[in-house]
């Protein structure tokens, strides 16, 4: 077998068999097989595909390349409720904070191997270890005991997991071909299920501050997810969601945990569920209304709840007794975390500078880009440019308003924290064109755009 016939073989949009894509990927990950060859390969995927099988055998064959995480001693492997969910990344998008303690407490139980911070999007990781002491270091052994005591556990992807992903991510980012969705769904699915889960649901975003840009091209990843998915003969559901928005009130590190620690205390927002779908309001109403979805999807997904309306039932009545809220602090615990230490810091900003962002007329806010205001955070020092940066706790952007509102000229709409007053000045000319008023009320999207199963 030669690595130029399956290249020559994929340029002519034919479908590669087990064998094929198994001597690729062993070839590159053992240095047998030269990046000008694999380079040549992932740019005929680009071009030409990859079918739902071809995919599923890619997605098995990165799995095989390196350690799986060993979850069979818990009692929810036996049951087959181990489920993960995976966001395809927005700007304050802090739902894993919320949502695993919350399913957790519904009895399904959560490996959650998440990422960092880059670019404009925050990492789940980065916001966890603003809190004092929280380690996201965690062995496989470690992280299994966590999971079987408190029911979820969150650790960042080790070396030794899916190495053929990373090597191939690295490629794909300097040949152009890291938009392939055949190639953007085995990466996501090698890492989640190598991690151990039996089950994901995936928040797909669309819009100014997601990867992908429109409703169409989130559809196209959520139904290349769900479908390689049901080829590996896993449960996965996807729900579409909208990012043109920052979700939530808060974006940043510690901001974030601190709107987290809100939501879990049933503050700053509301759910009715309407025509069998919640509905949420409040400050945090948007985060919520994504957050009580996703954890209702996934308690379906791993079997704990019957459908839908009973999983609803059982994602508000953990919120509501105050059960999500006991894992998230045994959580914090169990990872190192000192509570005292945090809940001290909530809505401290001792030695920051603040600015606001307001409003240049009266009318409706229109518009609030949320790519602009993910990339300021950055500028403010939450975020990096550079996988090497590092990041500040406690800076970062509050959201005081969003789309569709009433303001008034003067009233401020954005309030930024830092560390030097210089860095409020990049970022305040970043956003200068991040914000519209209108005269009229703006058509404002709903945040669940849909569900693909």
């Given at each position: 077998m030669?690595?130029i ?24 990950v ?34 095989e390349s ?7 001693g ?18 304050g998008?802090?739902?894993s ?16 191997m998440?990422?960092?911070?880059l ?6 990781l ?10 996201t ?14 029911g979820?556990?969150?650790?960042g992807?080790?070396k ?28 996501i699915l ?14 797909v ?6 990867f ?7 559809r ?10 049901q ?46 779908v ?32 009973e ?26 975390g000192d ?11 001792d ?12 009318g ?8 602009k205001?993910?990339?300021?955070s950055?500028?403010?020092g ?5 996988a ?5 706790p ?30 409020l ?18 058509r ?5 755009h849909?569900v693909?199963?």
């Amino acid at each position: 077998m030669r690595a130029i016939d399956i290249i020559m073989k994929k340029r002519e949009a034919g479908e590669l068999n087990e064998a094929e894509i198994s001597f690729l990927i062993n070839g590159y990950v053992d240095g047998s097989i030269p990046e000008y060859q694999v380079s040549a390969f992932l740019m005929a995927v680009f071009f030409q595909g990859m079918t739902a099988r071809e995919t599923s055998v890619l997605t098995n064959k990165m799995i095989e390349s390196g350690s799986v995480i060993d979850l069979s001693g818990l009692d929810a492997y036996r049951a087959g409720a181990l489920v993960d969910k995976h966001s395809t990344g927005g700007v304050g998008d802090k739902v894993s904070l919320i949502l695993a303690p919350m399913v957790a407490a519904a009895g399904a139980q959560v490996p959650m191997m998440s990422g960092r911070g880059l670019g404009h999007t925050g990492g789940t990781l980065d916001k966890l270890e603003s809190i004092p002491g929280y380690s996201t270091a965690l062995d496989p052994r470690r992280f299994a005991e966590i999971i079987a005591s408190c029911g979820f556990a969150m650790t960042g992807q080790s070396k030794d997991i899916v190495p053929a992903d990373k090597k191939l991510y690295a490629l794909r980012d300097v040949t152009a071909t890291v938009e392939s969705v055949p190639l953007i769904t085995a990466s996501i699915l090698s890492k989640k299920f190598a991690e151990g889960a039996q089950h994901l649901v995936f928040d797909v975003k669309y819009g100014a501050g997601a990867f992908m840009k429109t409703d169409a091209d989130a559809r196209i990843l959520a139904e290349s997810l769900v479908r390689t998915g049901q080829e590996l003969g896993r449960g996965v559901t996807a729900v579409i969601t909208n990012m043109d928005v920052p979700l939530g009130s808060m974006v940043g590190n510690f901001l974030e945990v601190e709107e987290s620690i809100a939501c879990l205390e049933n503050r700053d927002w509301n759910c009715d569920i309407v025509g069998g779908v919640p509905k949420v309001t409040g400050r945090s109403g948007d985060l919520m209304e994504v957050t009580i979805t996703l954890s209702a999807w996934m308690l379906v997904v791993s079997g704990i709840a019957a459908d839908f309306a009973e999983a609803l039932d059982r994602s508000l009545s953990v919120l509501a007794d105050g059960s999500a809220r006991g894992k998230f602090w045994e959580n914090v615990a169990l990872q190192g975390g000192d509570r005292g230490a945090a809940e001290k810091l909530v809505g401290v900003r001792d030695g920051l500078t603040v600015r606001d962002i307001s409003a240049p007329a009266t009318g409706f806010l229109s518009r609030m880009n949320a790519y602009k205001v993910g990339s300021a955070s950055v500028i403010l020092g939450a975020g990096r440019n550079v996988a090497s940066d590092d990041v500040l706790p406690d800076v970062g952007i509050e959201v005081l308003h969003k789309p569709g509102e009433k303001v008034d000229a003067g009233q401020p709409l954005l309030r930024l924290f830092a560390r030097e007053e210089s860095a409020l000045d990049r970022a305040e000319e970043y956003l200068a064109d991040a914000l519209d008023i209108s005269e009229d009320p703006p058509r404002i999207p709903d945040i669940i755009h849909s569900v693909v199963q």
